[in-house]
């Protein structure tokens, strides 16, 4: 007895993957109308139909990059994890163009907040970490690939042997109803963009979904400013003492003994030690004491009568 398969997100059938083009010179001829796979889920779970992202270095000098949208960072900061400086902080922008090209990008998804968590199985599956790491690795192909090959400027056609890998390794997922001559724009696309962000050194990133195209210009001085603005770390917020309630003196400082013996907090009002440490289990016994004491000190001494001489009889009175 056969299964029901399950439908695509957007209800279409899945197509089998098309033969990669043989083509030589000729460019890649028009895309069909863009795909829209999350065409069923509400606004808050579907990927913006076109977006602008603000993409530059930081102004560390650490050498990385965060891509900015709408004044807010997201993801975190990317650099090139080699010895050999290669340009790979760059590779969001395949990212970029799986998004405006193919309508599909579970790391953009992610990052834009925009997974379909109304349906688990589609979260999980197409929304989730295996997705996520299929497309990192796609893009670390991508880049290693057209490395090799000069493909990231001028490239007008795309190997057949990658445009098949892309499309084995996303067997699982919606996207498999792309076929090869649409991976081949993503890939072309995505190849410009880098290029551009690697000689300019930042640039906003316009993805058209409807489209199904990606472009890029140079950030303006005023977005720059904003960019840096934006990604500037967050003050860290103030701490209370972590140890005493009191507003001490300068604060509480404390220093932890050796052996995992209490912490001695120091300019503290409290008791100068514990009265364990002196083996008086009952602190009473030093309040009766000082009770003591207290008393002792303030009892009146007996005032001193002055001494009066006594008359004395002279030998020489008869």
């Known amino acids: 007895m056969g299964t029901a398969r399950r439908p695509f997100p957007d209800d279409s059938a899945p197509r089998p993957i098309a033969p990669a083009p043989q083509r030589t010179t000729r460019p890649a001829p028009p895309l069909p109308a863009a795909h ?20 530059a270095g930081l102004a560390d000098g650490s050498g990385t990059v965060r891509p900015v949208v709408d004044g807010t960072p997201i993801g975190n900061e990317v650099g090139d ?16 163009a799986n998004l405006a090209v193919l309508g599909w990008s579970p790391v953009m998804r992610a990052l834009l907040k925009r997974k379909r ?6 979260d999980s599956v197409e929304d989730g970490g295996r997705a996520i790491a299929v497309e990192e690795g796609i893009s670390a192909l991508i880049f ?3 490395g090799r090959t000069g493909m990231h400027k001028h490239a007008k056609i795309v190997d057949s042997e990658l445009l098949k890998t892309c499309q084995r390794m996303v067997a699982p997922f919606e996207v498999r109803a792309c076929t090869a001559l649409e991976w081949e724009h993503a890939i072309i696309q995505g190849c410009q963009v880098w290029s551009a962000l690697q000689d300019n050194g930042n640039g906003v990133v316009t993805c058209d979904l409807d489209a199904r195209n990606v472009t890029v210009r140079p950030m303006s001085p005023a ?17 209370a003492p972590k140890w005493g309630l009191s507003d001490s003196p300068f604060g509480r ?37 000082a009770e003591q004491v207290l008393a002792i000190d303030q009892l009146q001494r007996s005032t001193t009568q002055p001494v009066e001489p006594s008359p004395r009889r002279s030998k020489c009175s008869s």
């Open 223 to 239: 977005e720059l400013v904003a960019h840096a603005e934006a990604c500037m770390p967050e003050p860290a917020p103030l701490q």
């Open 253 to 289: 400082e404390c220093r932890r003994q050796r052996c995992g013996q209490h912490p001695i907090l120091l300019l503290d009002t409290g008791p100068a030690t514990n009265p364990g440490d002196l083996r008086v289990r009952h602190a009473r016994i030093f309040v009766g004491f």
């Open 81 to 96: 994890n080699s010895y050999d400086p290669d340009g790979y902080r760059w590779h969001d922008a395949f990212h970029l």
């Open 144 to 146: 290693d690939t057209a």
């Open 36 to 55: 829209l796979f999350d065409g069923r889920f509400g606004t808050t779970e579907r990927l913006p139909r076109r977006i602008e992202v603000h993409i």
């Open 117 to 122: 968590r109304s349906d688990p199985s589609v």
